[in-house]
């Protein structure tokens, strides 16, 4: 856990609720943590997502991990200890869009664990819903459509700490959902993800 290092500071409560924003919006604040292997379709499942609940009048919010390393986390690197303060600084901000009421889709392969139990705690602490959508996907798959090219250029040796190459990823135990994005089509993934948000009470049928 990071360390305060701040002294003589204090939480100052609003007189606007979670329930105000949450009636307004007319739906519920949650994080959907998309996680998986690069080119697992993490961010395509999100992006399908944001649109249909765009469609449906549900307001999201989609945090990318390249989006977000070209700015708040700019600083950090692909060490294991980067990896870490990236995925904590990204669960501190998805917790502030959550207590707006907004959906928040969040997106990053994530490849630890702990840190991934280090957001769940953070959402679990403050009352809020945190939904593990792990995207599976194998990586013979995941390698053969290579978005980026990034796994070719990790089996030259010109990326270190690729995850899935020379850092390992490790699968979640208990997500809320599994998608096999190398099986399922992206209307399906969608339909189940829709279907999960409305039997948490995130928005309406």
Known sequence: ?????????????????REDRNKLLHQKGATLWFTGLSGSGKSTIAVALEGVLLERGNLS?????DNVRLGINKNLGFSAEDRSE????????????VD???????SFIS?????????RALHDAGDMDFIEVYVECSLDEAEKRDPKGLYKKARAGEIKNFTGIDDPYEEPLKPEIVLH???MSLEKEVDLLLQLLIERGVINP
């Open 100 to 106: 707006t009421g907004v959906i928040t889709l969040s």
């Open 86 to 97: 990236n995925i904590r600084r990204i669960g501190e901000i998805a917790k502030l869009f």
């Open 111 to 119: 490849p630890y664990r702990a840190d991934r139990d280090t957001v």
């Open 1 to 17: 856990m990071t360390e305060q290092k701040a002294t003589n500071v204090h939480w100052h409560e609003g007189d606007i609720t």
């Open 61 to 65: 919010y989609r945090l990318d991990g």
């Open 181 to 183: 994005s190398d099986t």
